[in-house]
Each structure stands twice: as C-alpha cells, then as structure tokens.
C-alpha cells in the first residue's frame, strides 16, 4: 500500500480537501474523495488491476503512484474547472 495524498485547496472562499488513498494489492483500487465542510462531494475510483499483472515487480510502486497523483490531480482540475459549482449551489439553497 502506497501512502496517500491530501491537500486543501480554496476555492470560491471555500475550503475543499481531496484525499487520495490506494487500497493495496489485495484489493488494487485508487480512491480520491474531494470534501467540503465535511462531507464527501465526489467520489473517483479506479482499479488498477491491470499494473498488477503487467508491470514488473520492482516498478509497480512508481506506477502506482503515478496514477494516484494523476488522479489526484485530475479531480482538482475539475473542482477549479467548476465542476461541482452547481452542486454546491444546490445545496446552499436549502
């Protein structure tokens, strides 16, 4: 298991935090949550059983990694992209 990636992040006078986590070869998934106040606003899972099987032993870590922090990444691009603003919206109307 691969330790994973937080940050926070404001945007829109908000403060977000993705969190990133690998869940180990028995159960080869990366997932990235982004939250708010709390509460989980998106979810990203990936599998990465194909590196398993594909990549040699002695590199599966940096493959690993590699893709966490791609995805990581992709999930704070979208938030800054605007993504979720009409979720968030949404929910301070009520």
């Known amino acids: 298991m691969i330790t994973g990636f937080n940050h926070n992040i404001k945007y829109k006078n908000r403060i977000y935090h993705v969190q990133t986590e690998d869940s180990g070869l028995k159960n080869p998934h ?7 106040g709390g509460n989980i606003i ?6 990465y059983t194909h590196l398993v099987a ?10 690993i990694r590699a893709m966490m922090e791609e995805q990581h990444k992709t999930l704070l ?3 800054i992209h605007g993504k979720f ?10």
Do not use: M, Y
């Open 77 to 79: 691009r979208t938030l």
């Open 42 to 47: 998106a979810t990203k899972k990936a599998d």
């Open 54 to 63: 594909s990549t040699p032993p002695e590199k599966l870590g940096d493959a």
């Open 85 to 94: 603003d009409n979720a968030l919206n949404a929910e301070n109307a009520h």
């Open 30 to 36: 990366i997932i990235t949550h982004l939250f708010v």
